[in-house]
Nanobody
Framework: QVQLVESGGGLVQSGGSLRLSCAAS????????MGWYRQAPGKQRDMVAV???????NYADSVKGRFTISRDDAKNTVYLQMNSLKPEDTAVYYC???????????????WGQGTQVTVSS
């Protein structure tokens, strides 16, 4: 079994900062890409940022220059540093980690439980 535990969400004023964490635990053979997605009420879940095993990153245009994704492979953890937050960043944030599933014999994307980020104006 694999578990992803997210932390770090909360309420912050516009212009403020938050740091999200997502730690993977359990029967982990190997991890590939790690990423963050968000879903606002009534909208689809969208990619925010992803990071490869080599450290290459990709960001949504709306967060470039404000958010930074990083990973600590020794801790099986991915982070999202969010600066200069805006009300439109308000959403539930989910981490997604590509972990090798032994039963399926392939990489499988596991999701965290989600953490609420609310930015007040």
């Amino acid at each position: 079994q694999v578990q992803l535990v997210e932390s770090g969400g909360g309420l912050v004023q516009s212009g403020g900062s938050l740091r999200l964490s997502c730690a993977a635990s359990g029967n982990i053979f190997s991890i590939d890409a790690m990423g963050w997605y968000r879903q606002a009420p009534g909208k689809q879940r969208d990619m925010v940022a992803v990071i490869s095993t080599g450290g290459s990153t990709n960001y949504a245009d709306s967060v470039k220059g404000r958010f930074t994704i990083s990973r600590d492979d020794a801790k099986n953890t991915v982070y999202l540093q969010m600066n200069s937050l805006k009300p439109e960043d308000t959403a539930v944030y989910y981490c997604n980690v590509q972990i090798f599933n032994v039963r399926l014999s392939k990489m499988y994307g596991y999701w965290g439980q989600g953490t609420q980020v609310t930015v007040s104006s």
